[in-house]
C-alpha cells in the first residue's frame, strides 16, 4: 500500500540516546541570557529517546511554563537552521523531537546492537498501512482487502509495537480490533493520524505480495 510505504523515506533517524542519561538541569539563575536557556533545551531534546510535550520541557529544563517552552523550541529551531545544522526539531506523536533531516538519512550507519531493527517486509508494510487507513479494523477486513490470511503478520506487528488492540467489534463472535500505536506515529515521522496520506477510497484491493501468499485461516476472529 503505497499511501505508508512512502512514509518510510520521510524523516531521518532519531539520535538514539544510547549509553546517555537525560537528567533534570538545574535552574538558569543568570536572569539575563537566554543562551543557557536554550542549551539546556538543545541538550534535552538531543538526548530525549522519545518526542517531549512542552510541558514537559519546561519542567525538565527548568523554564517557566509551557509558553516558555515553546518561545525556546521555536528560538532554537532558528538558531539550527541558521547554523546549517543536520538536526531540526519535529512534531511527532504529538511531541516534540530532534531528528535529522531527511537529506542527511543516507549517509547514516544503520543502527547496532539492541537499538537495531529488522526491516519490514513489503507484505508487513501492506497490512499496516491498510491498518492505518481503515482503524478501527478487525482482521477478517485486512484479510478481505488483502487476499491472504494475516493473522501472523498482525501478531508481527503488535510484537514491533507498531499496532495494538483497541477494543472488539460488535459483530458475531466480538473479532479483535486493530490500530495503530504512538511508536507508528514515531517510525513513519507523523505528527498524528490526520498527517496520514489519504488513501484512494475507490481504488481496487491489491494482490497479495509473495510473502504469505496462503489462503485465510479459518474462521479466527482473534489474531
Given at each position: 500500500m503505497r499511501h505508508v510505504r512512502s512514509l518510510t523515506r520521510k524523516r531521518g533517524l532519531a539520535n538514539s540516546g544510547a549509553g546517555r542519561r537525560c537528567v533534570r538541569l538545574p535552574a538558569d539563575t543568570s536572569g539575563t541570557s537566554a543562551a543557557p536557556r536554550l542549551?539546556?533545551?538543545?541538550?534535552?531534546?538531543?538526548?530525549?529517546?522519545?518526542?517531549?510535550?512542552?510541558?514537559?520541557?519546561?519542567?525538565?529544563?527548568?523554564?517557566?511554563g509551557p509558553a516558555d517552552a515553546r518561545d525556546a523550541v521555536a528560538a532554537l529551531r532558528r538558531s539550527l537552521a541558521l547554523r546549517g545544522s543536520a538536526l531540526e526539531i519535529t512534531?511527532?506523536?504529538?511531541?516534540?523531537?530532534?531528528?535529522?533531516?531527511?537529506?542527511?538519512?543516507?549517509?547514516?550507519?544503520?543502527?547496532?546492537?539492541?537499538?537495531?531493527?529488522?526491516?519490514?517486509?513489503?507484505?508487513?508494510?501492506?497490512?499496516?498501512?491498510?491498518?492505518?487507513?481503515?482503524?478501527?479494523?478487525?482482521?477478517?477486513?485486512?484479510?478481505?482487502?488483502?487476499?491472504v490470511g494475516c493473522g501472523e503478520l498482525l501478531r508481527q506487528l503488535l510484537d514491533a509495537d507498531l499496532l495494538r488492540?483497541?477494543?472488539?467489534?460488535?459483530?458475531?463472535?466480538?473479532?479483535?480490533?486493530?490500530?495503530?500505536?504512538?511508536?507508528?506515529?514515531?517510525?513513519?515521522?507523523?505528527r498524528d493520524l490526520d498527517d496520514l496520506p489519504l488513501p484512494n477510497q475507490d481504488a481496487e484491493p491489491s494482490q497479495p505480495t509473495r510473502q504469505n501468499a496462503s489462503p485465510p485461516a479459518d474462521a479466527d476472529t482473534a489474531a
Open positions: 542549551r539546556r533545551v538543545e541538550a534535552l531534546l538531543y538526548l530525549a529517546r522519545q518526542p517531549l510535550n512542552l510541558r514537559q520541557i519546561a519542567t525538565a529544563a527548568a523554564l517557566s512534531d511527532v506523536a504529538g511531541g516534540l523531537q530532534m531528528l535529522t533531516k531527511p537529506q542527511s538519512a543516507r549517509w547514516l550507519p544503520p543502527p547496532a546492537g539492541p537499538a537495531a531493527e529488522s526491516p519490514l517486509t513489503p507484505a508487513s508494510l501492506e497490512t499496516l498501512s491498510i491498518v492505518a487507513a481503515r482503524q478501527p479494523v478487525v482482521r477478517a477486513e485486512v484479510e478481505a482487502i488483502r487476499g488492540i483497541v477494543g472488539r467489534s460488535g459483530e458475531l463472535g466480538k473479532p479483535l480490533m486493530y490500530g495503530t500505536t504512538t511508536r507508528f506515529l514515531r517510525v513513519f515521522g507523523l
